[in-house]
């Protein structure tokens, strides 16, 4: 599936800005990484996630995304951050507007597998992930999470 056709499912030239959250999800030293395996960013390394569902509360979604991408079981705590993922197209038009949200979970069960969306997942200390071809805010939310 190319990138266009995955992203046309209702996120390509979007009328506003689409909500969506990350699992950010400690094991001790260690945070939850997944390489994506579905454009955009296909790869890439970064947090599960994906878009709030109506009448989803913020850490619903991520608890919920994380079980459903990885079948592992976490608490949801809090919101760490979040941030803008923004294209654009070659005449300036926005092409993708993300609004996503990191949330911190703590994990609870379940060593995981890449059930949707990813073609590995793991765990990672900041310094093993400094190694992989992550997204550009992967390191700096990991730092935040294990603070």
């Known amino acids: 599936m190319s990138e266009t056709e995955y992203l046309k499912r209702d996120r390509l030239y979007p009328t506003r800005p689409i909500p969506g959250c990350l699992a950010v999800v400690r094991r001790g030293d260690t ?7 579905q454009p955009p960013g296909k790869g890439k390394w970064g947090f599960p996630g994906g878009m ?38 070659a005449a300036g038009k926005v092409q993708t507007h993300f609004t996503l949200i990191c949330v911190l979970l703590n994990w609870r069960a379940g060593e995981g597998t890449p059930l949707e969306d990813a073609t590995r997942i793991g765990w990672y200390s900041i310094a093993e992930a400094a190694s992989l071809d992550c997204f550009p805010d992967t390191l700096p939310v990991m730092r935040l999470a294990l603070k």
């Open 31 to 37: 945070v939850l990484l997944a390489e994506r395996s």
């Open 52 to 89: 709030i569902e109506l009448g989803e509360t913020i850490l619903q979604c991520a608890a919920r995304e994380l079980k459903e991408e990885t079948g592992i079981a976490a608490e949801s705590l809090r919101v760490l951050t979040a941030f803008e993922v923004l294209r654009r197209d």
